[in-house]
């Protein structure tokens, strides 16, 4: 069966320090994976995606890796700041249009 | 644009009723996603629609969940009878196509306590 799997317990890093996700995934063929942001009490915000073919992104202090041969996909926040302190998830595309996503790992940046 | 609105934003109801959420999508994106978040199974796709056609509901757990798109600013996800375990965060997504390129955008969410 199809499985997107991300780490239950929480990270706690220090600010300043950098925090890594990881997101692994099971009978899937993505052509790309995506990373979204959730606060408590909110929906999910979408923050980059990752295509196949592509090793590496990075959007300001967020860098993502995706390797397809591990299937799986590393999630960076460099300097990090307590307003990083959320749950990040990663989603890829199954069959039929559907976006299915992990259960998400949560970070907590200690000031 | 105010993004994707939803309502209410919490519902605590008796078991068997019914409840009634509502979404607006953003203007013109094309695509609309009902999912379902709870601690134990995450976030769970239920329904999409394009054009305001229902195109996948095979993650709708019973026959007691139905979902429409009267037009192309409105949606609405019903359960009927209401029970106990679909107590969950319930969440609308729009976007802009169904590959979801540019990512999906959620709304805040509806929190449903059935008791």
């Known amino acids: 069966s199809q499985k997107i799997e991300q780490n239950s317990e929480a990270l706690n890093i220090q600010e300043g320090k950098t925090a890594t996700l990881t997101c692994n995934y099971t009978?899937?063929?993505?052509?790309?994976l995506q990373w979204y942001r959730q606060d408590p009490g909110r929906g999910p915000v979408f923050l980059l995606l990752?295509?196949?073919?592509?090793k590496e992104k990075r959007k300001e202090r967020l860098k993502v890796t995706f390797d397809t041969t591990l299937k799986q996909s590393l999630f960076h926040i460099t300097a990090s700041q307590p307003a990083d302190s959320a749950t990040y998830l990663c989603?890829?595309?199954?069959?039929?249009?559907?976006?299915?996503f992990g259960k998400g790992n949560q970070v907590v940046v200690i000031p | 644009d105010a993004g994707v609105i939803q309502s209410p934003r919490h519902e605590v109801t008796e078991m068997g009723q019914e409840v009634t959420l509502r979404c607006k999508p953003i203007?013109?994106?094309?695509?609309l996603f009902w999912y379902r978040q709870t601690m134990m199974r995450g976030l769970e796709l239920l329904i999409y629609?394009?054009?305001?056609?229902?195109?996948?509901d095979s993650g709708m757990p019973e026959d007691r969940f139905s979902a429409k798109m009267p037009n192309a600013s409105f949606s609405t996800l019903k359960i009927q009878p209401s029970e106990p375990r679909d107590s969950a965060v319930y969440f609308c997504?729009?976007?802009?196509?169904?590959?979801?390129?540019?990512?999906?955008?959620f709304g805040s969410g509806t929190r449903l306590t059935v008791v």
């Open positions: 629609f394009n054009n305001n056609v229902p195109i996948d």
């Open positions: 997504a729009s976007s802009l196509n169904g590959e979801a390129i540019s990512g999906y955008t």
């Open positions: 989603a890829l595309m199954g069959g039929n249009n559907r976006l299915a």
């Open positions: 203007s013109g994106h094309d695509y």
């Open positions: 990752i295509r196949e073919n592509e």
């Open positions: 009978n899937y063929s993505p052509a790309y």
